[in-house]
């Protein structure tokens, strides 16, 4: 199984993540499902894989901004302020020879300033450089978080698609017990008219016939169930009707032997992406330590300007200020850490903590596998004893009730005896069922970490 399943994003590599979540909505669907069209439906249309995929297109804007940081910033500005002087304390004065008086003028003015800042920070404890590694981490983190759920949505598939097989195939074994309990029962009524069965004994050949008929609806409502979660998982509307291809298991592959569960587990704790993702967690805990270190450090920037200016009051014209007024500046600034509140011993602090809580985390979930796969094989083992004892099961309860069915036709055996040799055959035939498809289930999963792939027949 490939580590990322993608197949939509790899057959389109000229489009956004985005683009190709959207453009994915609509596949032609199959008449009849083979459990490969369920995959490849799934990957394409699940919620979870596309809000995965679309995680993962937001991380690399992330990362393009944490390179960004080490670009200097420039700014344009301007600012304009009109002034009025209406008094005489600010304006200017007019002398009125007629009555020798002075009046003020009220005197509007016009400044203008324009200037082009710049600022770039030379060093900041490598706080930039760290951010640039912790986006690509990140980045990282959730490849393996779309490998996950794409796996993970197989093991689903898997899951409900073998559910769906074995409820139909239970189905078929409902409808055959109602057919030899209708059987039994059209029988039944006819010693009963012969006089040769009394009323009590009929009754309970028709209450079994009617709880075998109990059965078949039973097994048909789990069949729509499983369907209607595999379904769900695919995306596909309420009401859709989906068919599922029939598949043939043989002894051969129900009964294949087993790998080393040591192997196994090597193997998976080698792959899996949520192992990975876990490893990569610590890596980035680390760099969040260095970063919240980064506060201890001081930070050296280099800022420049270019500036200029008018006036309307000025006897200049407005070229000439502006080139008369034009201005440069450069400087460096050093600002060094002495007292913040303890913020940056508290970051530390949370960060070395968070770090521990990784290492935990990666313990816990090597754990995890180690059980999940021990339990598989264990599960697997015990089904495939079960399976060989099953068909042995099965053909002594057939043999018994083809017996008893025989015995009951010569008035040899009663009601109460065919009805248990009855319920024993359709126990067994039950039970061999599981057994197989328990054996399936566990032999696939094991397969999946092994790293083979998930494939039917």
């Known amino acids: 199984m490939a580590c990322v399943g993608l197949a939509f994003a790899i057959c389109c590599p000229g489009l956004t993540l985005a683009q190709q979540v959207a453009e994915s909505d609509s596949l032609q669907l199959p008449q009849s499902w083979s459990y490969n069209e369920c995959i490849e439906y799934a990957k394409a249309n699940n919620i979870d894989l596309r809000q995965s995929l679309l995680n993962r297109e937001l991380g690399g804007y992330d990362l393009e901004a944490a390179k960004g940081q080490w670009l200097p910033t420039f700014n344009f500005s301007t600012s304009h302020r009109l002034s009025n002087y209406p008094s005489p304390s600010g304006g200017n004065f007019t002398y009125d020879e007629g009555n020798g008086t002075l009046n003020s003028v009220s005197k509007n003015t016009y400044n203008g300033s324009y200037g082009i800042t710049g600022a770039w920070t030379i060093f900041n404890g490598n706080q930039r450089r760290n951010n640039i590694k912790r986006s690509e981490l ?76 109990y059965n078949v609806v039973t097994a048909e409502s789990t069949y729509e169930t499983r369907k209607m979660q595999l379904k769900q998982l695919l995306e596909l509307g309420i009401d859709y009707d989906m068919q599922i291809d029939s598949i043939v298991f043989d002894d051969e ?66 070229g000439s200020q502006m080139k008369h007024n034009f201005n440069e500046q450069i400087g460096v600034t050093l600002s060094v ?121």
């Open 253 to 318: 592959m129900i009964l294949q032997p087993l790998p080393d569960k040591t192997d196994i587990y090597n193997t998976a704790i080698a792959w899996l992406p949520e192992i990975q993702q876990s490893a990569l967690q610590q890596e980035m805990s680390e760099l969040d330590i260095k970063i919240a270190k980064s506060g201890y450090m001081p930070t050296i920037s280099l800022s420049g300007s270019l500036g200029t200016g008018s006036n309307s009051s000025s006897d200049y014209s407005f």
């Open 138 to 213: 990140q980045n990282d983190i959730y490849d393996m978080t779309v490998a996950q759920t794409s796996n993970s949505i197989e093991t689903q598939v898997l899951n409900y698609y073998l559910q769906i097989l074995y409820a139909r195939e239970a189905i078929d074994i409902a409808k055959q017990t109602l057919e030899v309990s209708e059987a039994q029962m059209e029988r039944g009524e006819q010693l009963m008219q012969a006089g040769r069965m009394s009323r009590v004994d009929y009754v309970q050949l028709e209450s079994q016939y009617q709880a075998d008929k």
């Open 337 to 457: 850490p002495i007292f913040d509140g303890k913020q940056t011993k508290t970051e530390v602090a949370k960060a070395q903590v968070s770090r521990l809580n990784t290492i935990f985390d990666y313990r816990s979930l090597l754990n995890d596998v180690a059980q999940t796969i021990e339990t598989a094989y264990l599960d697997a083992r015990n089904s495939q004893a079960q399976y060989v004892s099953g068909k042995e099961s099965v053909k002594s309860a057939e043999l018994t009730d083809e017996l008893t069915n025989e015995q009951f036709e010569l008035g040899l055996v009663n009601t109460i005896d065919l009805l248990s040799s009855h319920n024993s055959l359709l126990t067994a035939r039950l039970q061999l069922l599981q057994a197989k498809y328990m054996a399936l289930l566990n032999l696939k999963m094991l397969d999946y970490y092994q790293h083979k792939g998930i494939t039917l027949p």
